[in-house]
């Protein structure tokens, strides 16, 4: 079994920065991908970063690219999101995940969920 628990989410004006992270604990962490997901009101849940397991690969979405940037601490087991100027439209709660079917930049379908945090940009 694998436990994720984010921490960081929080309010902040549109143009800011964020970090969120996501603390795995239980079986292996180190082999692989991982990712953050966000869910808006009203929205269905949508891929926001990927990474490999080595942290080489990383993959976006389009609507974040440039702006967010995902790395993970092997030693530490924990994954991060920083994310820069946020957008109102970044509002949503946003969820680690974890896929045990790849190794690879993106995490197809997560096996392992967080239980989520909220972030809020406020315009």
């Known amino acids: 079994q694998v436990q994720l628990v984010e921490s960081g989410g929080g309010l902040v004006q549109a143009g800011g920065s964020l970090r969120v992270s996501c603390a795995a604990s239980g079986r292996t962490f180190n082999n692989y991908a991982m990712g953050w997901f966000r869910q808006a009101p009203g929205k269905e849940r949508e891929f926001v970063a990927g990474?490999?397991?080595?942290?080489?690969?990383?993959t976006y979405a389009d609507s974040v690219k440039g702006r967010f940037a995902i790395s993970r601490d092997n030693v530490k087991k924990t994954l991060y999101l920083q994310m820069n100027s946020l957008k109102p439209e970044d509002t949503a709660v946003y969820y680690c995940?974890?896929?045990?079917?790849?190794?690879?930049?993106?995490?197809?379908?997560?096996?392992?969920w967080g239980q989520g945090t909220q972030v809020t940009v406020s315009s």
């Open positions: 995940a974890l896929d045990t079917k790849t190794s690879g930049g993106k995490p197809s379908r997560p096996d392992y």
């Open positions: 990474i490999s397991w080595s942290g080489s690969i990383t």
